[in-house]
């Protein structure tokens, strides 16, 4: 999704993914795969692998370690820790002079306030000691299409960066509350070399979540029994939100998703429901709140269905052309474990593609095709 997203003036030249069904996915999209794509353990390639020198290296690794929902692991964790084979790789590519230009880390908002902000110094230490200035964003995906999905972009560079890309001071929304602490958070040296990337705001969103939804009559709808299950597990807060509906007649769409919640020192299964025309973070079916539905409210009753793998895929901006795999489950593995398309797009037109455009200067050149390294 990070290559959709940076499209067509990019060519990949290596990408890495050690999960069989997100390999078998990307070898179905990209006709170029078997050119470059390696699937396998990011610990066990070495830099010989890697061809050339790309002007940028993109990481997304495993994000349960971050979660605000997981055990808070952080880059000590065993998944989380394949960012450390990644990092292997440009400290072994730095050290023959052909570090990628720029690296991006794509991660959970948690990362900014992992081990009380200590994994995220260890982040920006390991890009200072290699040479990098780095800049983070917080970009929460509903500003682009009808999902929510807030995920922290790590942007390091060793090129002279530009005024036209840096900022003296923060700027809302991408510099949250949270980037600013963590900035602020860390030793002065690496303070000294943080860099406010400069992003223009986004166009208002004019997508909900009906606009990419299956008609009707083309899905299949649970059983009242099994609706009133779903139901049943509603606090009065989610139950006034289904009433409010029905009163209000008409038709109203809404998502359902189901979460622990500690009511009275118990943990307890909860589901929730939202009418504002966004959809909850999708996330994979290993995952507690992995499940979404879709609730109709029509003609004082309501039905309600399971999220189907298009449409997953829809609220990740693929398009209709994206091959999923044959099964739910490792179709909603694809759409809940990766960065929306649209997103990437964004900080691509505003950050990336520039940065890539530069000479060491700072002074712009003409445009030329990017070389790109994906890991996961």
């Not at 900014?112 to 200035?133: I, N, P, V, W």
């Not at 709808?221 to 509603?234: D, H, M, Q, R, T």
């Not at 900080?347 to 445009?367: C, F, M, R, S, T």
Request: aromatic fraction near 10%.
């Amino acid at each position: 999704m990070a290559r959709l997203g940076l499209g067509t003036k990019w060519s990949c030249v290596f990408a890495n993914d050690f999960d069989p069904v997100k390999a078998s996915a990307y070898r179905a999209n990209f006709a170029d795969a078997d050119k470059h794509f390696h699937e396998g353990d990011v610990w066990k390639i070495g830099a010989d692998r890697l061809p050339g020198t790309a002007d940028l290296a993109w990481a997304s690794s495993p994000c349960q370690d971050f979660s605000l929902a997981g055990n808070r692991a952080g880059l000590k964790g065993g998944r989380s820790s394949a960012f450390f084979g990644f990092w292997r790789l440009i400290k072994s590519l730095n050290a023959e002079g052909r570090a990628p230009r720029t690296v991006v880390v794509e991660n959970v908002v948690g990362l900014l306030t992992s081990h009380g902000g200590k994994d995220f110094e260890a982040l920006c230490q390991a890009f200072f000691d290699e040479g990098y200035r780095v800049g983070a964003f917080e970009i929460d995906a509903a500003r682009f299409v009808p999902q929510s999905r807030p995920r922290v972009f790590v942007v390091a560079t060793r090129e002279n960066v530009p005024a036209s890309l840096a900022r003296i001071e923060p700027k809302a929304p991408f510099h949250s509350r949270r980037v600013i602490q963590a900035k602020l958070a860390l030793p002065k040296y690496l303070q000294e070399r943080w860099v406010w990337w400069d992003m223009n705001y986004p166009p208002p969103g004019n997508q909900s979540v009906e606009s990419i939804i299956e008609p009707d009559e083309s899905v299949r709808w649970f059983s009242e029994e099994k609706s009133k299950s779903i139901l049943n597990l509603f606090n009065e807060k989610n139950s006034e939100k289904i009433d409010i509906a029905i009163s209000r007649g008409g038709r109203a769409v809404g998502t359902i998703f189901r979460r622990m919640r500690v009511e009275g020192g118990k943990k307890i299964q909860r589901a929730e429901i939202r009418f504002d025309g966004v959809a909850g973070c999708l996330r994979t079916p290993r995952g507690g709140s992995s499940q979404q539905f879709v609730a109709v409210v029509e003609g004082g009753g309501v039905k309600i269905r399971a999220l189907t793998p298009r449409e997953a895929a829809r609220l990740m901006g693929l398009g209709e052309h994206y091959l999923l795999p044959a099964t739910r489950t490792a179709a909603l593995s694809i759409t809940g474990d990766g960065v929306v398309v649209d997103v990437v797009q964004f900080l691509a037109e505003n950050v990336l593609d520039k940065l890539i455009n530069l000479k060491g200067d700072g002074v712009d050149e003409p445009a030329d095709r990017g070389d790109l390294a994906l890991a996961r």
